[in-house]
Antibody, heavy 122, light 106 residues
Framework: LQLQESGPGLVRPSETLSLTCVVSGGSISSNSYSWGWIRQPPGKGLEWVGSISYGGSSYYNPSLKSRATMSVDTSKNQFSLRLSSVTAADTAVYYC???????????????WGQGTLVTVSS | SSELTQDPAVSVALGQTVRITCQGDSLRRYYASWYQQKPGQAPILVIYGKNNRPSGIPDRFSGSRSGNTASLTITGAQAEDEADYYCSSRDNTARIFGGGTKLTVL
């Protein structure tokens, strides 16, 4: 399984960040998995952004205060992230990952993309 | 929401055993997963569930849990294990990560 992020490397403050993750070597339409976004500001730790099932059920980090929206395109085997009203604090490497959330007491991100740096700056 | 707390840095002599810990209320209910991240690379999953290793992860990596503390143990640390290690768990509908532990192999 391979995941590949793509999107603009530079976004202006107050605009919307848009990223896409193309999945290859496996189908995004699996009951067993969700698909997630995790970000990492330069020199800092990991932060979960949100996850979505192939059917479109999504859930997000509450700290993003409803700025995040994810979608799935099963015909293209890809999923996307939109983050509105960005500020410099949203500057980070954004990773997409397969999210195994099938077990009630255990879930994890078992395959990751290489990550893409998004800088928020005017 | 809950938090996961990790020691910022840990060191281990080559070939010795090291334990990296992760504390948080969510761990009383949910198992932690552990990720290894080397500079400039994406994280990789090394432990999930009660104590499961993905294919390709050496058996010197193991996981455990006691109360609100999850542990990642490396038995016989190798030079290539030098990396940042992050724990993660579910917290109701959210997912949370610890701040990370930088492991130095001396």
């Amino acid at each position: 399984l391979q995941l590949q992020e793509s999107g603009p490397g530079l976004v202006r403050p107050s605009e919307t960040l848009s990223l896409t993750c193309v999945v290859s070597g496996g189908s995004i339409s699996s009951n067993s998995y969700s698909w997630g976004w995790i970000r990492q500001p330069p020199g800092k730790g990991l932060e979960w952004v949100g996850s979505i099932s192939y059917g479109g059920s999504s859930y997000y980090n509450p700290s993003l205060k409803s700025r995040a929206t994810m979608s799935v395109d099963t015909s293209k085997n890809q999923f996307s992230l939109r983050l509105s009203s960005v500020t410099a604090a949203d500057t980070a490497v954004y990773y997409c990952a397969r999210h195994d959330s099938g077990l009630p007491l255990s879930d994890y991100f078992d395959s990751w993309g290489q990550g893409t740096l998004v800088t928020v700056s005017s | 929401s809950s938090e996961l707390t990790q020691d910022p840095a840990v060191s281990v002599a080559l070939g010795q055993t090291v334990r990296i810990t992760c504390q948080g209320d969510s761990l009383r209910r949910y198992y932690a997963s552990w990720y290894q991240q080397k500079p400039g690379q994406a994280p990789i999953l090394v432990i999930y569930g009660k104590n499961n290793r993905p294919s390709g992860i050496p058996d010197r990596f193991s996981g455990s849990r006691s109360g609100n503390t999850a542990s990642l143990t490396i038995t016989g640390a190798q030079a290539e294990d030098e990396a940042d290690y992050y724990c993660s768990s579910r917290d109701n509908t959210a997912r949370i990560f610890g701040g990370g532990t930088k492991l130095t192999v001396l």
